[in-house]
């Protein structure tokens, strides 16, 4: 597991969609962004992602005992911090856990995520390993993982998405990130 879960001063993967928001007015990007800079803690937990993050490290066994686990890569040029799930040979394994009873579909979010990773790790192969929960996996972490919940949805990478979108919108919030203002 990381260990720091301190998110200011730094960007991660699953900031992504906050990073090419038009809305920088809402109150959700703005307590994003003071998140950004130091001023607000989230501390927002819930039984599904206390579940989703029990779960991560079993699955990705489940998945291929070799996976290296909570692997993180720092880009201090662009202030990014991406914190990976497993990879593997140049492939990324990102979990993504749901409830068994809803059908699971690859997010703008969530592919804007695996774009970033894809990015900094270099690499073109990303998978995004859904697992869905049954009620008892909510709060029973000791079962054993069941492989026919186990599917995989690779993620095509988009260099023109990061180039064109992703990047000019990092820096302009790592400028105004760097003299801890608000970006105009």
């Keep these: 597991m990381i ?3 301190d ?3 730094w960007f991660g993967a699953s900031d992504s969609s906050k990073v090419v928001a038009k809305n920088r007015e809402s109150k959700s990007w703005l307590n994003w962004w003071n998140e950004k800079l130091g001023l607000r803690e989230n501390t927002y937990v819930n039984k599904a992602m206390r579940a989703g993050t029990a779960w991560e490290h079993k699955i990705l066994d ?3 005992p070799k996976i290296r686990k909570d692997h993180q890569i720092v880009i201090k040029k662009y202030r990014l911090r991406v914190n990976y799930d497993g990879d593997l040979n140049g492939t990324v394994y990102e979990v993504k856990t749901h409830d068994f009873d809803n059908e699971f579909k690859v997010t703008k979010p969530y592919w804007r995520q695996a774009q970033v990773e894809m990015f900094a790790m270099k690499t073109k ?3 995004i390993v859904e697992y869905g929960l049954i009620r008892e996996e909510y709060d029973n972490y000791f079962l054993p993982v069941d492989d026919k ?3 995989f949805h690779p ?7 990061i180039n064109n979108e992703y990047l000019p919108c990092l820096k302009e919030l790592c400028r105004a990130l760097r ?3 608000i970006p105009t």
């Design 3 to 5: 260990a720091n879960h």
């Design 155 to 161: 993620v095509e990478y988009d260099k023109d998405w």
């Design 125 to 127: 192969k990303l998978y």
């Design 62 to 64: 489940a998945v291929n």
């Design 179 to 181: 003299k801890g203002r």
């Design 149 to 151: 919940r186990i599917h």
């Design 7 to 9: 998110r200011s001063g």
